[in-house]
């Protein structure tokens, strides 16, 4: 009886040393997978009470934003090459804590002076490789007493002389030097007259919004946003006059940039003037340059798909046939276009980045029902020009 006694013990000993290791195991292996670490946003100023419950859900957004990107670095092991984790969780998560911040400087400078909380430093966050709790941000609120030192005091006041050095923006004139077809004449004149209401615009922005931000916000807020919109509107030209006659190239890349007049002054102003003349130097489209093409690499899976996967790569494999035919179809239309990387950076860019989602969708598709395969997204997305 005592040596039965004693195998029984025996076996529920190494049962339990057994299912003891596979925990261990186990507990191992979650421990493997990485947990972001981002960086606690402080409020150094005091929160008006009328902003008080936006600024508390966004600081609670940080972390929800955390615990987000966590449970996609958990369920998406082994996905993708090896930039995966940065382009499809580190990058979005960080244009998303970057647009938070953004939304509690706004919130706070509705009824305060507005704070610059770093957004552009605090957005990114990194990785703790081996694992391990994500540091949490703090959602606590400062007192109104909190930090109003040093965003109150002089330096922001006195704005009674400020106005005589405010910057006005100083923009390079739009010339249309070839002669406006009389059905676009209309459309040219209105973009003609936007391009001075940006001006405008962006003139009346540096003017409420003086002390707001780092050295480089007149530059990222302001500026920068006024480049796209200049671009945006000279294109517009260019194809309101490409419809019924040649179009030409009015230079929007180089023109859609503009300085700073940093002392103030009056901002030159864009000449609205339609011309009807001769088209000079912009005629002469009979010489047309064939259209270049994309060129992508072929996707091949390896693999077999199982049945219930089949319908949805094949679906994907047609798409990125379709996405070659649409970027193509864009080459075509819009030769003339932009500057020498217009293509680059309007077509094959985005291209790239349809490509990489559809190879993703596939690999994922073939992966609810058998080993996911790597089809290497990474290197098949990018295509070059015939």
């Given amino acids: 009886m005592n040596g039965r006694r004693w195998q029984i013990g025996a076996v529920v000993g190494v049962a339990v040393v057994i299912v003891g290791a596979g925990l261990g195991v186990a507990a191992a292996a979650e421990d493997a997978v990485?947990?972001?670490?981002?960086p606690n946003v402080a409020i150094p100023v005091a929160v008006p009470a009328q902003q008080a419950a936006d600024v508390q859900r966004n600081l609670e957004l940080l972390n929800t934003q955390i615990?987000?990107?966590?449970?996609?670095?958990?369920?998406s092991v082994g996905q993708g090459g090896p930039n995966f984790i940065q382009n499809a969780i580190l990058g979005p998560l960080a244009d998303k804590r970057a647009a938070t911040i953004n939304r509690m400087e706004t919130a706070i400078g509705r009824n305060a002076?507005?704070?610059?909380?770093?957004?552009?430093?605090?957005?990114a966050c990194t990785l703790n490789e081996g694992g391990g709790a994500s540091r949490q941000q703090d959602t606590q609120l400062p007192g109104n007493g909190a930090g109003g030192g040093d965003?109150?005091?002089?330096?922001?006041?006195?704005?009674?002389?400020?106005?005589?050095?405010v910057p006005t923006v100083n923009c390079p004139n739009v010339a249309v030097p070839v002669a406006?077809?009389?059905?676009a004449q209309a459309e040219v004149q209105r973009n003609l007259e936007l391009l001075n209401t940006q001006i405008a615009e962006a003139n009346n922005r540096i003017a409420n919004s003086v002390g707001q931000g780092g050295p480089a916000f007149i530059q990222n807020a302001i500026l920068g946003p006024l480049a796209s919109k200049r671009f945006a509107a000279i294109n517009r030209i260019e194809t309101a006059i490409g419809r019924n006659a040649a179009k030409p190239d009015l230079n929007a890349e180089e023109l859609q940039t503009c300085s700073l007049n940093e002392n103030g002054g009056a901002s030159a102003e864009q000449d609205t003037e339609v011309g009807g003349g001769a088209a000079g130097d912009n005629a002469g489209g009979g010489e047309a340059?064939?259209?270049?093409?994309?060129n992508c690499p072929a996707v091949n899976v390896p693999v077999a798909?199982?049945?219930?996967?089949?319908a949805e790569v094949d679906r994907n494999l047609?798409?990125?046939?379709?996405?070659?035919?649409e970027a193509n179809n864009r080459i075509a239309n819009s030769v003339g276009q932009g500057g020498p990387a217009f293509v680059q950076n309007a077509i094959l860019g985005p291209l790239a980045d349809k490509r990489f989602s559809t190879i993703n969708r596939i690999e994922t598709a073939i992966g609810r029902n058998a080993a996911k395969p790597d089809l290497n997204a990474e290197g098949l997305s990018t295509c070059s020009l015939n």
């Fill in 151 to 165: 965003n109150a005091g002089g330096d922001n006041a006195g704005g009674g002389d400020a106005a005589a050095g």
């Fill in 113 to 123: 002076a507005k704070p610059n909380l770093n957004a552009e430093g605090l957005s």
């Fill in 289 to 294: 340059v064939a259209a270049q093409t994309v």
């Fill in 34 to 38: 990485p947990t972001v670490n981002c």
């Fill in 180 to 183: 406006v077809p009389a059905q």
């Fill in 305 to 310: 798909v199982p049945a219930q996967a089949q």
């Fill in 318 to 325: 047609a798409l990125l046939q379709t996405q070659i035919n």
């Fill in 67 to 75: 615990a987000e990107a966590n449970n996609r670095l958990r369920t």
